[in-house]
């Protein structure tokens, strides 16, 4: 999983023609339109094989069970939680309206996970309604109000959130774990602070996280499964893992000691990076299970403590190199940048609608004409959108031969992930449909927004 930052079914023909799983992009673009996102279903699915597999296999040889949720915020349509599913994996949803298209789906509610830092109670009801295997508590608040939407009869399951300190991956936006920030409850910050003159809190306190448990731990109507850390996303430098995995052991370690109470599960989120440039280079999933592996077993060992089962949550890692973004060029137009230089500005069909990666994380992508061959020298190029600002970028930087033109086929790679999932209707601008191929086929997972779906809105 290096080099390329696209699907495994990307070809180009002898003519320069590109396919994705045996459908040519020109047949895709007259059958579908464009824009269109385009995954390549035999890709994902080898993805999320080959995280299932190598944290099974590296697991195993320490002795300890290990569960795969795909996590959904990444993309999600009936299709695809179907596939993983498929694959053995369950399902990791943030929000009611993820849940939902998991329960569409299929997926048994014992295989579904519910995150986020404030769910309604509406979503905590109808995941509790679903029997959803997990519920991820984010706040001593949301502890009581699982709590009490629960029973003693019927306890919620619940993994207690929490943050380890542990900084990692692309953006500030996009790293979850250190501590100014919105979630969990954190392992690394005494209850104790200063406030101007004032001392808050007292040095013996117990940090937040373990408060959390042991609020849990003080509800009959909650199961305590487990504790969950989710570092950042992107990451591409795997000690990250293993710091947070070794804090959370320690915690878990510490309950313990304190209450009698081992918990059986730690779930260690998701975050492994992909490529989304040539030579950039993905985690290797058989060497990062390995990796957390044996790590998390020598923390064990060092903690005298016995292993527990754990799970991971990969999202941007199974959909991302899987999907591509297929636009039109609409106009081509050289700008003077100083007086020694031109950038080729290329217009396409989408735009910051359809993927805002770049416009909000500073995130690269690389693009490549698609549609034929160009024997041309390139010209640096910035490939722009259709919107109303002149941040609506979708790669910044990027070769293309100097005669690229009106009407090319234009792709860009790996938007699998965060893509769709983050579209937005700026400018009234109807959402590209989501198509998978495979097989020689193309079928629509989501179809294209239209003008009349966005009015259909608008009450007059
Ligand atoms: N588990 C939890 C609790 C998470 O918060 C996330 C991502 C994941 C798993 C999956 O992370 P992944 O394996 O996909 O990196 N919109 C941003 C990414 C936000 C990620 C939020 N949480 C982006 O486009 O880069």
Redesign the pocket.
């Known amino acids: 999983m290096t080099g390329e930052p696209w699907s495994t079914g990307f070809a180009r023909g002898a003519d320069g023609v590109v396919s994705v799983a045996g459908v040519d992009v020109h047949t895709l673009a007259a059958t579908h339109g464009t824009p269109a996102y385009v995954l390549d279903e035999a890709d994902l699915r080898s993805r999320a094989r080959s995280y299932r597999r190598a944290f099974e296999t590296a697991f195993a040889e320490i002795g300890a069970g290990v569960d795969v949720y795909y996590?959904g915020?990444?993309f999600l349509s009936v299709a695809v939680a179907r596939w993983v599913h498929e694959e053995g994996l369950r399902v990791?949803t943030?929000t009611g309206g993820e849940l939902a298209v998991a329960l569409r789906a299929g997926i048994p509610g014992a295989d579904i996970g519910l995150?986020g830092n404030n769910k309604s109670d509406d979503e905590i009801a109808r995941a509790l309604e679903a029997g959803v295997g997990r519920i991820i508590v984010d706040s001593l608040v949301e502890i009581d109000r699982v709590a009490d939407a629960a029973s003693v009869d019927h306890p919620a399951p619940v993994m207690v959130r929490v943050t380890t300190g542990v900084h990692a991956g692309?953006?500030e936006y996009?790293s979850?774990a250190h501590e100014d920030q919105k979630f969990g409850l954190s392992i690394a910050v005494p209850s104790h602070f200063h406030y101007g003159d004032l001392v808050l809190g007292s040095a013996e306190a117990d940090s937040p996280a373990m408060q959390g448990l042991l609020k849990v731990l003080s509800r009959p109507e909650l199961k305590l499964l487990g504790i969950h850390s989710?570092i950042g996303?992107?990451i591409l430098d795997p000690s990250g893992f293993e710091v947070a995995a070794r804090a959370v052991l320690t915690l878990r370690a510490e309950l313990a000691k304190k209450t009698g109470v081992l918990v059986e599960e730690i779930d260690l989120?998701?975050?492994?990076g992909i490529a989304y440039l040539p030579g950039e280079v993905a985690l290797d999933p058989d060497r990062i299970a390995k990796d957390i592996a044996s790590s998390v077993a020598s923390s064990a060992h060092d903690l005298g403590t016995p292993l527990p089962r754990f799970s991971i949550?990969?999202?941007?890692?199974i959909v991302g190199p899987a999907g591509m973004t297929l636009y039109t060029v609409g106009t081509v137009k050289p700008v003077r940048v100083d007086k020694a230089s031109v950038r080729t500005y290329v217009s396409i069909d989408g735009g910051m609608s359809d993927n805002i990666?770049p416009a909000l994380?500073g995130?690269q992508y690389h693009a490549e004409l698609v549609g034929r061959l160009s024997d041309e020298p390139t010209v640096l190029a910035r490939v722009v959108g259709k919107h109303c600002e002149s941040g609506d970028i979708v790669v910044h930087e990027v070769q293309v031969p100097s005669d690229v033109r009106a009407g090319d086929l234009l792709a860009v790679a790996a938007t699998g992930?965060?893509g769709r999932s983050?579209a937005s209707n700026y400018n009234h601008v109807p959402r590209p449909p989501v198509v998978s191929v495979a097989d020689g086929q193309s079928r629509v997972l989501v179809r294209r927004e239209t003008e009349d779906d966005l009015l259909a809105l608008d009450q007059g």
């Not at 989120?269 to 492994?272: D, I, L, P």
């Not at 949550?313 to 890692?317: S, W």
């Open positions: 996590a915020k990444a990791d943030a995150h692309g953006h996009i979850t989710h996303s992107q989120g998701g975050g492994y949550e990969p999202g941007r890692a990666r994380y995130a992930a965060y983050m």
